[in-house]
Protein backbone atom coordinates (compact mmCIF):
# COMPACT_ATOMS: atom_id res chain seq x y z
CA UNK A 1 0.00 0.00 0.00
CA UNK A 2 1.22 3.22 -0.85
CA UNK A 3 2.40 5.76 1.86
CA UNK A 4 1.10 9.91 2.29
CA UNK A 5 4.63 10.39 0.74
CA UNK A 6 4.51 8.45 -2.29
CA UNK A 7 0.69 9.89 -3.28
CA UNK A 8 2.35 13.60 -3.01
CA UNK A 9 5.32 12.53 -5.27
CA UNK A 10 3.32 11.40 -8.06
CA UNK A 11 0.88 14.42 -7.82
CA UNK A 12 4.44 16.60 -8.15
CA UNK A 13 5.12 14.68 -10.87
CA UNK A 14 1.81 14.85 -13.10
CA UNK A 15 1.99 18.23 -12.39
CA UNK A 16 5.41 19.03 -13.57
CA UNK A 17 4.42 17.07 -16.75
CA UNK A 18 1.38 19.48 -17.33
CA UNK A 19 3.62 22.64 -17.00
CA UNK A 20 5.97 21.29 -19.73
CA UNK A 21 2.88 20.44 -22.13
CA UNK A 22 1.91 24.12 -21.48
CA UNK A 23 5.70 25.63 -21.80
CA UNK A 24 5.85 23.68 -25.00
CA UNK A 25 2.22 25.45 -26.69
CA UNK A 26 3.28 28.65 -25.36
CA UNK A 27 6.56 28.04 -27.42
CA UNK A 28 4.45 26.85 -30.56
CA UNK A 29 2.61 29.88 -30.56
CA UNK A 30 5.36 32.09 -30.59
CA UNK A 31 6.90 30.60 -33.43
CA UNK A 32 3.50 30.99 -35.63
CA UNK A 33 3.27 34.90 -34.34
CA UNK A 34 6.43 34.94 -35.47
CA UNK A 35 6.34 33.46 -39.17
CA UNK A 36 2.48 35.76 -39.25
CA UNK A 37 5.29 39.01 -38.74
CA UNK A 38 7.67 37.31 -41.31
CA UNK A 39 4.46 37.53 -43.73
CA UNK A 40 3.38 40.52 -42.78
CA UNK A 41 6.94 41.95 -43.30
CA UNK A 42 6.81 40.29 -46.97
CA UNK A 43 4.00 41.72 -47.31
CA UNK A 44 5.18 45.14 -46.16
CA UNK A 45 8.03 45.10 -48.25
CA UNK A 46 6.61 43.77 -51.29
CA UNK A 47 3.69 47.00 -51.19
CA UNK A 48 5.00 49.51 -49.21
CA UNK A 49 8.65 49.94 -49.10
CA UNK A 50 10.56 50.48 -51.87
CA UNK A 51 13.82 50.15 -50.69
CA UNK A 52 13.28 46.46 -49.69
CA UNK A 53 11.56 45.78 -53.26
CA UNK A 54 14.80 47.23 -54.95
CA UNK A 55 18.21 46.58 -53.52
CA UNK A 56 20.26 46.47 -56.90
CA UNK A 57 21.36 50.37 -56.83
CA UNK A 58 22.46 50.48 -53.24
CA UNK A 59 24.69 46.91 -53.71
CA UNK A 60 28.36 47.18 -53.41
CA UNK A 61 28.61 45.41 -56.98
CA UNK A 62 26.43 47.75 -58.70
CA UNK A 63 28.36 50.57 -57.23
CA UNK A 64 31.78 49.04 -58.77
CA UNK A 65 30.87 48.20 -61.56
CA UNK A 66 29.33 51.42 -62.71
CA UNK A 67 32.43 53.50 -61.47
CA UNK A 68 34.54 50.87 -63.63
CA UNK A 69 32.51 51.63 -66.59
CA UNK A 70 32.27 55.25 -66.10
CA UNK A 71 36.40 55.56 -65.81
CA UNK A 72 36.67 53.26 -68.98
CA UNK A 73 33.85 55.60 -71.24
CA UNK A 74 36.35 58.61 -69.86
CA UNK A 75 39.72 57.21 -71.15
CA UNK A 76 40.21 55.56 -74.61
CA UNK A 77 40.79 51.71 -74.51
CA UNK A 78 44.19 51.36 -75.03
CA UNK A 79 43.82 47.33 -75.40
CA UNK A 80 44.92 45.61 -78.07
CA UNK A 81 45.15 41.75 -78.58
CA UNK A 82 48.52 40.61 -78.81
CA UNK A 83 47.96 36.80 -78.57
CA UNK A 84 46.92 37.18 -75.04
CA UNK A 85 44.15 35.20 -74.18
CA UNK A 86 40.78 37.72 -73.95
CA UNK A 87 39.66 35.66 -70.31
CA UNK A 88 43.16 36.88 -68.67
CA UNK A 89 42.57 40.37 -69.42
CA UNK A 90 41.02 42.84 -66.86
CA UNK A 91 38.67 44.55 -69.51
CA UNK A 92 37.38 41.42 -70.40
CA UNK A 93 36.64 40.25 -66.97
CA UNK A 94 34.33 44.04 -66.76
CA UNK A 95 32.35 43.26 -69.82
CA UNK A 96 31.60 39.98 -68.48
CA UNK A 97 30.18 41.82 -65.63
CA UNK A 98 28.91 44.16 -67.37
CA UNK A 99 26.85 41.64 -69.63
CA UNK A 100 25.73 40.04 -66.06
CA UNK A 101 24.49 43.43 -64.59
CA UNK A 102 22.44 44.47 -67.43
CA UNK A 103 20.64 41.22 -67.25
CA UNK A 104 20.39 41.79 -62.93
CA UNK A 105 18.61 45.61 -64.32
CA UNK A 106 16.41 43.80 -66.30
CA UNK A 107 14.92 42.42 -63.98
CA UNK A 108 15.02 45.18 -61.05
CA UNK A 109 13.00 47.12 -64.01
CA UNK A 110 10.45 44.15 -64.13
CA UNK A 111 10.42 44.30 -60.35
CA UNK A 112 9.99 48.21 -59.84
CA UNK A 113 7.15 47.98 -62.88
CA UNK A 114 5.42 45.65 -60.96
CA UNK A 115 5.59 48.06 -57.55
CA UNK A 116 4.28 50.75 -59.67
CA UNK A 117 1.77 48.78 -61.51
CA UNK A 118 0.36 47.94 -58.34
CA UNK A 119 0.32 51.10 -56.73
CA UNK A 120 -0.93 53.28 -59.99
CA UNK A 121 -3.86 50.69 -60.57
CA UNK A 122 -6.17 52.69 -58.07
CA UNK A 123 -5.81 55.37 -60.22
CA UNK A 124 -5.54 54.30 -63.91
CA UNK A 125 -6.18 50.07 -64.06
CA UNK A 126 -6.62 50.19 -67.85
CA UNK A 127 -2.82 51.90 -68.57
CA UNK A 128 -1.32 48.21 -67.86
CA UNK A 129 -3.28 46.84 -70.50
CA UNK A 130 -1.97 50.14 -73.67
CA UNK A 131 1.72 50.56 -72.32
CA UNK A 132 3.42 47.22 -71.72
CA UNK A 133 6.96 48.29 -72.16
CA UNK A 134 8.25 49.00 -68.48
CA UNK A 135 9.89 51.72 -68.98
CA UNK A 136 7.45 53.54 -70.97
CA UNK A 137 4.84 52.66 -68.12
CA UNK A 138 7.11 54.71 -66.05
CA UNK A 139 7.61 57.45 -67.95
CA UNK A 140 3.77 57.95 -68.84
CA UNK A 141 2.73 57.41 -64.84
CA UNK A 142 4.95 60.11 -64.19
CA UNK A 143 3.47 62.08 -66.90
CA UNK A 144 0.15 61.89 -65.68
CA UNK A 145 0.23 61.98 -61.94
CA UNK A 146 -3.03 62.29 -60.43
CA UNK A 147 -4.40 64.34 -63.11
CA UNK A 148 -7.90 63.68 -64.27
CA UNK A 149 -7.68 65.34 -67.80
CA UNK A 150 -5.77 64.11 -70.05
CA UNK A 151 -5.74 66.76 -72.66
CA UNK A 152 -3.85 68.78 -70.29
CA UNK A 153 -0.96 65.76 -70.46
CA UNK A 154 1.23 66.30 -73.14
CA UNK A 155 2.44 62.62 -74.21
CA UNK A 156 4.15 63.18 -77.22
CA UNK A 157 7.19 61.78 -77.60
CA UNK A 158 7.07 59.03 -74.84
CA UNK A 159 3.97 57.21 -77.10
CA UNK A 160 3.32 56.58 -80.53
CA UNK A 161 0.09 59.47 -81.70
CA UNK A 162 -2.07 56.22 -81.78
CA UNK A 163 -1.78 54.86 -78.37
CA UNK A 164 -2.08 58.47 -77.27
CA UNK A 165 -5.73 58.53 -78.72
CA UNK A 166 -6.65 55.46 -77.00
CA UNK A 167 -4.96 56.16 -73.50
CA UNK A 168 -6.72 59.86 -74.12
CA UNK A 169 -10.73 58.35 -74.40
CA UNK A 170 -9.85 55.51 -72.06
CA UNK A 171 -8.90 57.83 -68.98
CA UNK A 172 -12.06 59.82 -69.80
CA UNK A 173 -14.08 56.66 -69.20
CA UNK A 174 -11.68 55.10 -66.50
CA UNK A 175 -13.42 53.98 -62.77
CA UNK A 176 -9.88 55.30 -60.98
CA UNK A 177 -9.46 57.53 -58.52
CA UNK A 178 -6.70 60.19 -57.10
CA UNK A 179 -4.24 58.39 -55.46
CA UNK A 180 -3.24 59.73 -51.76
CA UNK A 181 0.18 62.11 -51.45
CA UNK A 182 2.30 59.42 -50.17
CA UNK A 183 1.07 56.87 -52.35
CA UNK A 184 1.40 59.19 -55.03
CA UNK A 185 5.07 59.96 -53.99
CA UNK A 186 6.43 56.40 -54.14
CA UNK A 187 4.88 55.84 -57.20
CA UNK A 188 7.35 58.78 -59.02
CA UNK A 189 10.01 57.59 -57.10
CA UNK A 190 9.68 54.56 -58.24
CA UNK A 191 8.92 55.88 -61.57
CA UNK A 192 12.84 57.97 -61.14
CA UNK A 193 14.41 54.78 -60.02
CA UNK A 194 13.28 52.77 -62.87
CA UNK A 195 14.37 55.55 -65.34
CA UNK A 196 17.59 55.54 -64.01
CA UNK A 197 18.55 52.20 -63.52
CA UNK A 198 17.43 52.28 -67.66
CA UNK A 199 20.03 54.92 -68.02
CA UNK A 200 22.83 52.53 -66.53
CA UNK A 201 21.78 50.18 -68.52
CA UNK A 202 22.19 52.29 -71.36
CA UNK A 203 25.51 53.19 -70.14
CA UNK A 204 26.32 49.45 -69.67
CA UNK A 205 25.77 49.12 -73.23
CA UNK A 206 27.42 51.99 -74.71
CA UNK A 207 30.56 50.68 -72.83
CA UNK A 208 30.25 46.75 -73.98
CA UNK A 209 29.88 48.08 -77.33
CA UNK A 210 32.87 50.16 -77.61
CA UNK A 211 34.89 47.14 -76.82
CA UNK A 212 33.08 44.88 -79.07
CA UNK A 213 35.46 45.33 -81.74
CA UNK A 214 37.92 42.93 -80.44
CA UNK A 215 35.70 41.10 -78.19
CA UNK A 216 33.25 39.59 -80.52
CA UNK A 217 34.62 41.62 -84.23
CA UNK A 218 32.56 38.62 -86.22
CA UNK A 219 29.48 38.99 -84.71
CA UNK A 220 29.99 43.08 -84.80
CA UNK A 221 30.99 42.78 -88.66
CA UNK A 222 27.67 40.93 -88.99
CA UNK A 223 25.18 42.96 -87.22
CA UNK A 224 27.01 45.94 -86.07
CA UNK A 225 28.96 47.06 -83.01
CA UNK A 226 25.16 48.35 -81.39
CA UNK A 227 23.21 45.54 -81.97
CA UNK A 228 26.39 42.91 -80.96
CA UNK A 229 26.27 44.65 -77.29
CA UNK A 230 22.67 44.20 -77.36
CA UNK A 231 22.30 40.64 -78.11
CA UNK A 232 25.46 40.14 -75.42
CA UNK A 233 23.96 41.62 -73.02
CA UNK A 234 20.04 40.10 -73.46
CA UNK A 235 21.74 36.88 -73.80
CA UNK A 236 23.87 37.08 -70.61
CA UNK A 237 27.37 36.97 -72.27
CA UNK A 238 29.29 35.93 -75.52
CA UNK A 239 29.35 31.96 -74.70
CA UNK A 240 25.32 32.06 -73.26
CA UNK A 241 24.79 33.68 -77.16
CA UNK A 242 26.54 31.31 -79.05
CA UNK A 243 24.53 28.26 -77.45
CA UNK A 244 21.06 29.94 -78.20
CA UNK A 245 19.47 29.02 -81.33
CA UNK A 246 19.06 30.83 -83.59
CA UNK A 247 14.92 31.40 -83.38
CA UNK A 248 15.63 32.73 -79.87
CA UNK A 249 18.50 35.09 -81.21
CA UNK A 250 15.71 36.51 -83.60
CA UNK A 251 13.37 36.86 -80.90
CA UNK A 252 15.98 39.08 -78.87
CA UNK A 253 14.74 42.55 -77.25
CA UNK A 254 11.00 41.77 -79.07
CA UNK A 255 8.14 44.12 -77.15
CA UNK A 256 4.88 43.45 -77.02
CA UNK A 257 3.45 45.46 -79.76
CA UNK A 258 -0.28 46.78 -79.03
CA UNK A 259 -2.17 48.14 -81.82
CA UNK A 260 -5.00 48.93 -80.30
CA UNK A 261 -7.00 47.88 -82.79
CA UNK A 262 -5.06 49.25 -85.97
CA UNK A 263 -4.13 47.22 -88.90
CA UNK A 264 -1.03 44.63 -88.26
CA UNK A 265 -0.35 45.15 -92.49
CA UNK A 266 2.99 46.94 -91.69
CA UNK A 267 4.06 45.92 -88.17
CA UNK A 268 6.69 43.36 -87.60
CA UNK A 269 6.34 40.90 -85.20
CA UNK A 270 8.98 38.33 -83.88
CA UNK A 271 11.75 40.63 -84.20
CA UNK A 272 14.22 41.80 -81.52
CA UNK A 273 17.15 44.15 -81.94
CA UNK A 274 17.96 42.49 -85.27
CA UNK A 275 15.69 44.95 -86.67
CA UNK A 276 18.39 47.59 -85.99
CA UNK A 277 20.47 46.30 -88.27
CA UNK A 278 21.58 48.21 -91.66
CA UNK A 279 20.98 44.96 -93.45
CA UNK A 280 17.06 44.26 -91.74
CA UNK A 281 16.82 48.35 -92.52
CA UNK A 282 18.07 48.65 -96.48
CA UNK A 283 15.77 45.13 -97.15
CA UNK A 284 12.46 46.19 -98.75
CA UNK A 285 9.32 45.33 -96.45
CA UNK A 286 8.28 42.26 -98.78
CA UNK A 287 11.30 40.08 -97.77
CA UNK A 288 12.15 41.44 -94.39
CA UNK A 289 11.35 38.57 -92.34
CA UNK A 290 13.11 36.11 -94.62
CA UNK A 291 15.94 38.52 -94.00
CA UNK A 292 15.87 38.49 -90.24
CA UNK A 293 16.01 34.42 -89.70
CA UNK A 294 19.09 35.01 -92.03
CA UNK A 295 20.62 37.70 -90.13
CA UNK A 296 19.63 35.56 -86.91
CA UNK A 297 21.55 32.03 -88.22
CA UNK A 298 24.30 34.21 -89.52
CA UNK A 299 24.69 35.84 -86.37
CA UNK A 300 24.40 33.07 -84.41
CA UNK A 301 27.42 31.28 -86.57
CA UNK A 302 29.36 34.50 -85.63
CA UNK A 303 28.91 34.38 -81.83
CA UNK A 304 29.97 30.60 -81.83
CA UNK A 305 33.30 31.73 -84.17
CA UNK A 306 34.06 34.38 -81.39
CA UNK A 307 33.36 32.16 -78.36
CA UNK A 308 36.32 30.19 -79.08
CA UNK A 309 38.55 33.32 -80.75
CA UNK A 310 38.55 31.70 -83.73
CA UNK A 311 38.91 34.49 -85.96
CA UNK A 312 40.71 37.86 -84.18
CA UNK A 313 40.63 39.62 -87.29
CA UNK A 314 36.91 39.31 -87.94
CA UNK A 315 37.37 37.71 -91.83
CA UNK A 316 34.41 35.33 -91.25
CA UNK A 317 32.39 37.64 -90.05
CA UNK A 318 33.03 39.90 -92.95
CA UNK A 319 32.52 37.23 -95.56
CA UNK A 320 29.06 36.09 -93.74
CA UNK A 321 28.03 39.71 -94.13
CA UNK A 322 28.77 40.02 -97.74
CA UNK A 323 26.81 36.58 -98.28
CA UNK A 324 23.93 37.50 -96.42
CA UNK A 325 23.67 40.90 -98.86
CA UNK A 326 24.27 39.14 -102.31
CA UNK A 327 21.31 36.77 -100.95
CA UNK A 328 19.29 40.09 -100.53
CA UNK A 329 20.12 41.22 -103.78
CA UNK A 330 19.25 37.80 -105.16
CA UNK A 331 15.85 38.25 -103.70
CA UNK A 332 15.55 41.08 -104.97
CA UNK A 333 16.16 40.86 -109.10
CA UNK A 334 13.20 39.78 -111.42
CA UNK A 335 12.37 36.22 -112.62
CA UNK A 336 14.19 35.63 -116.06
CA UNK A 337 12.19 36.91 -119.13
CA UNK A 338 10.61 34.00 -120.89
CA UNK A 339 12.33 33.10 -123.91
CA UNK A 340 10.07 32.30 -127.17
CA UNK A 341 10.04 29.29 -128.05
CA UNK A 342 11.16 28.61 -131.65
CA UNK A 343 10.35 26.69 -134.07
CA UNK A 344 10.86 23.23 -134.83
CA UNK A 345 13.58 22.47 -137.39
CA UNK A 346 11.66 21.78 -141.48
CA UNK A 347 12.01 17.72 -142.30
CA UNK A 348 13.54 17.54 -145.77
CA UNK A 349 12.39 14.35 -146.00
CA UNK A 350 8.78 13.83 -146.91
CA UNK A 351 6.77 12.49 -144.49
CA UNK A 352 5.16 9.08 -144.65
CA UNK A 353 1.15 8.93 -144.51
CA UNK A 354 -1.23 6.84 -145.20
CA UNK A 355 -2.88 7.25 -148.97
CA UNK A 356 -5.17 5.14 -150.82
CA UNK A 357 -8.87 4.91 -151.43
CA UNK A 358 -10.16 4.16 -147.76
CA UNK A 359 -8.40 7.06 -146.26
CA UNK A 360 -9.94 9.26 -149.07
CA UNK A 361 -13.32 8.15 -148.02
CA UNK A 362 -12.78 8.79 -144.37
CA UNK A 363 -11.69 12.39 -144.99
CA UNK A 364 -14.87 12.34 -147.30
CA UNK A 365 -16.81 11.12 -144.52
CA UNK A 366 -15.78 13.79 -141.96
CA UNK A 367 -14.62 16.16 -143.79
CA UNK A 368 -16.73 19.70 -142.96
CA UNK A 369 -20.39 20.45 -144.84
CA UNK A 370 -21.36 23.51 -146.77
CA UNK A 371 -23.81 23.94 -143.59
CA UNK A 372 -21.17 24.08 -141.00
CA UNK A 373 -19.06 26.55 -142.87
CA UNK A 374 -22.02 28.53 -143.21
CA UNK A 375 -22.88 28.84 -139.63
CA UNK A 376 -19.14 29.41 -138.69
CA UNK A 377 -19.11 32.10 -141.20
CA UNK A 378 -20.61 36.02 -140.44
CA UNK A 379 -21.74 38.69 -142.89
CA UNK A 380 -20.38 42.26 -142.18
CA UNK A 381 -23.37 44.37 -140.60
CA UNK A 382 -26.13 41.58 -140.70
CA UNK A 383 -26.74 40.65 -136.86
CA UNK A 384 -26.69 36.44 -137.47
CA UNK A 385 -29.74 34.28 -135.90
CA UNK A 386 -29.31 32.04 -132.64
CA UNK A 387 -31.22 29.29 -131.14
CA UNK A 388 -32.87 31.52 -128.25
CA UNK A 389 -32.98 34.50 -130.15
CA UNK A 390 -31.46 37.94 -128.56
CA UNK A 391 -28.16 36.53 -129.27
CA UNK A 392 -28.45 33.91 -126.76
CA UNK A 393 -27.32 30.17 -127.67
CA UNK A 394 -25.90 28.61 -130.90
CA UNK A 395 -25.31 31.25 -133.18
CA UNK A 396 -26.63 30.43 -136.89
CA UNK A 397 -24.07 32.46 -138.70
CA UNK A 398 -25.08 32.76 -142.30
CA UNK A 399 -27.90 30.13 -142.36
CA UNK A 400 -31.08 31.10 -143.24
CA UNK A 401 -29.87 34.79 -144.72
CA UNK A 402 -30.77 33.86 -148.43
CA UNK A 403 -34.08 36.12 -147.79
CA UNK A 404 -36.73 33.80 -146.74
CA UNK A 405 -36.15 33.61 -143.14
CA UNK A 406 -35.92 29.74 -143.23
CA UNK A 407 -32.70 27.55 -143.32
CA UNK A 408 -32.08 26.51 -146.62
CA UNK A 409 -29.07 25.05 -147.75
CA UNK A 410 -28.23 23.90 -151.25
CA UNK A 411 -26.65 20.47 -150.21
CA UNK A 412 -24.60 19.02 -152.83
CA UNK A 413 -23.99 15.59 -153.27
CA UNK A 414 -21.04 14.08 -152.45
CA UNK A 415 -18.65 11.84 -154.82
CA UNK A 416 -19.28 8.28 -152.22
CA UNK A 417 -23.11 9.54 -151.80
CA UNK A 418 -23.45 9.44 -155.83
CA UNK A 419 -21.35 6.56 -155.98
CA UNK A 420 -23.62 4.55 -153.41
CA UNK A 421 -27.11 5.66 -155.35
CA UNK A 422 -25.65 4.59 -158.18
CA UNK A 423 -25.32 1.53 -157.27
CA UNK A 424 -28.28 1.22 -155.48
CA UNK A 425 -30.60 2.53 -158.94
CA UNK A 426 -28.99 -0.93 -160.72
CA UNK A 427 -29.92 -2.97 -158.26
CA UNK A 428 -33.17 -1.98 -157.77
CA UNK A 429 -34.17 -1.51 -161.78
CA UNK A 430 -32.64 -5.24 -162.53
CA UNK A 431 -34.84 -6.49 -159.84
CA UNK A 432 -37.93 -5.12 -161.23
CA UNK A 433 -38.34 -8.23 -164.10
CA UNK A 434 -37.97 -11.04 -161.57
CA UNK A 435 -41.03 -13.05 -160.75
CA UNK A 436 -40.18 -14.13 -157.59
CA UNK A 437 -43.12 -13.35 -154.95
CA UNK A 438 -40.60 -11.56 -152.81
CA UNK A 439 -39.42 -9.00 -155.55
CA UNK A 440 -41.99 -5.55 -155.60
CA UNK A 441 -43.66 -4.67 -158.57
CA UNK A 442 -42.45 -1.33 -158.52
CA UNK A 443 -39.73 -0.41 -161.02
CA UNK A 444 -37.28 2.68 -160.71
CA UNK A 445 -36.90 4.27 -164.05
CA UNK A 446 -34.39 7.07 -164.53
CA UNK A 447 -36.91 7.96 -166.67
CA UNK A 448 -40.30 8.15 -165.24
CA UNK A 449 -39.18 7.07 -161.30
CA UNK A 450 -41.05 5.11 -159.72
CA UNK A 451 -43.26 2.78 -162.60
CA UNK A 452 -46.15 0.30 -161.65
CA UNK A 453 -45.43 -2.78 -163.85
CA UNK A 454 -46.80 -6.58 -164.14
CA UNK A 455 -44.27 -9.10 -164.56
CA UNK A 456 -46.64 -11.55 -165.87
CA UNK A 457 -47.34 -9.28 -168.68
CA UNK A 458 -43.65 -9.34 -169.40
CA UNK A 459 -43.31 -12.56 -169.06
CA UNK A 460 -46.15 -13.61 -172.24
CA UNK A 461 -44.74 -10.66 -173.77
CA UNK A 462 -41.02 -12.58 -174.06
CA UNK A 463 -42.10 -16.18 -173.71
CA UNK A 464 -40.93 -19.10 -171.91
CA UNK A 465 -39.33 -22.10 -172.69
CA UNK A 466 -39.56 -23.14 -176.65
CA UNK A 467 -41.52 -20.43 -177.00
CA UNK A 468 -40.39 -17.93 -179.90
CA UNK A 469 -41.14 -15.15 -181.77
CA UNK A 470 -41.45 -17.38 -184.57
CA UNK A 471 -43.25 -19.97 -183.13
CA UNK A 472 -47.06 -18.81 -181.78
CA UNK A 473 -49.71 -21.02 -180.56
CA UNK A 474 -53.03 -18.47 -182.31
CA UNK A 475 -50.17 -17.79 -185.37
CA UNK A 476 -50.65 -19.16 -188.80
CA UNK A 477 -48.17 -20.09 -191.16
CA UNK A 478 -48.85 -17.79 -194.50
CA UNK A 479 -47.88 -18.50 -197.72
CA UNK A 480 -46.22 -16.39 -199.88
CA UNK A 481 -46.74 -16.45 -203.57
CA UNK A 482 -44.05 -16.05 -205.99
CA UNK A 483 -44.69 -14.17 -209.08
Not at 446 to 466: C, D, F, K, M, R
Amino acid sequence: MATLADSFLADLDELSDNEADVIDEENLDVDQMEEDGDLADIEALNYDDLDNVSKLQKSRRYIDIMQKVEDALEKESDVTNKGVVLEDEPEYQLIVDCNALSVDIENEIVIIHNFIRDKYRLKFPELESLVHHPIDYARVVKKIGNEIDLTLVDLEGLLPSAIIMVVSVTASTTSGKPLPEDVLQKTVEACDRALALDSAKKKVLDFVESRMGYIAPNLSAVVGSAVAAKLMGTAGGLSSLAKMPACNVQLLGAKRKNLAGFSTATSQFHVGYIEQTELFQSTPPSLRMRACRLLAAKSTLAARVDSINGDPVGKTGRSLREEIRKKIEKWQEPPPAKQPRPLPVPDSEPKKKRGGRRLRKMKERYAITDMRKLANRMQFGIPEESSLGDGLGEGYGMLGQAGSGKLRVSVGQSKLAAKVAKKFKEKSYGSSGATSGLTSSLAFTPVQGIELSNPQALANQLGSGTQSTYFSDTGTFSKIKRT
